[in-house]
């Protein structure tokens, strides 16, 4: 399978680049904004079959136009696209910095937005697109002080979910999201030192890299939580 990962530097997405990397048959591109990281993602790779990218953070029509050209070049057709880029910036609402609650909701919401809608040429029938959520933007779940932003983006990018799924359906595109709530990873430590989670980086990228293959069979358009825990 021909996978995109978009933002697979560290945490669940390097994990899952991991994961997917094991099947010789999976070509993987991944994005990210350290290319150190990139580099070491793909020299890691005992298949050879990880290719790299680097993009800015947030996503700009100049990167994406960089991609697109790029995966025209390689004659690539995209089965998987797995949307992971995010930040977080915890703090108070009534204090929150407007330049940073900006940056959350673009590179939270419109960075794949605007991505998946540069890769629909790219995408064939039978194609899955997986936007991870959060616990913190699925309707109904417990939220926690400073995450008001965070959280927003990612209940924003659930329901567009939603909304691809029903305007895909006869392209045969599926469109799905989950939401994971405490996985130990690098975003959830700076977020909350010291807290530990039930769910490692490797046992969340290892059912999310099950579900980009073969979660389309059974989903579509569908919000699924994935959390032991709260947050």
């Not at 959520?133 to 959280?151: A, N, T, V």
Request: charged residues 20%.
């Amino acid at each position: 399978m021909n996978i995109l990962i978009n933002g697979g530097t560290r945490g669940m997405g390097r994990a899952t680049v991991e994961i997917l990397s094991e099947n010789r048959e999976n070509r993987i591109l991944v994005t990210g904004r350290n290319k150190n990281a990139l580099t070491s993602l793909k020299e890691s790779s005992v298949n050879k079959n990880i290719s790299t990218f680097v993009s800015e953070t947030p996503l700009t029509e100049e990167s994406l136009e960089s991609l697109k050209n790029h995966l025209k070049r390689e004659n690539i057709k995209l089965n998987v696209l797995i949307n992971f880029a995010g930040i977080l910036y915890k703090s108070p609402f009534a204090e929150s910095e407007e330049l940073k609650a900006r940056e959350i909701i673009e590179t939270n919401f419109f960075g794949p937005a605007l991505l998946i809608r540069q890769l629909i040429p790219f995408f064939g029938s039978g194609s899955h697109i997986v936007n991870i959520g959060s616990m913190g933007g699925f309707q109904g779940s417990i939220k926690f002080p400073g995450l008001s932003w965070y959280s927003a983006s990612k209940a924003a990018l659930a329901s567009l979910t939603e909304s691809l799924a029903a305007e895909f359906t006869e392209m045969g595109i599926s469109v799905n999201c989950i939401c994971p709530g405490a996985v130990q990873t690098e975003m959830l430590e700076e977020a909350f030192p010291g807290y530990k989670a039930l769910v490692s980086a490797s046992e969340a990228g290892t059912f999310i890299a099950d579900f980009a293959i073969n979660g389309n069979r059974y989903f579509n358009g569908k919000i699924l939580p994935f959390s032991l825990s709260t947050p």
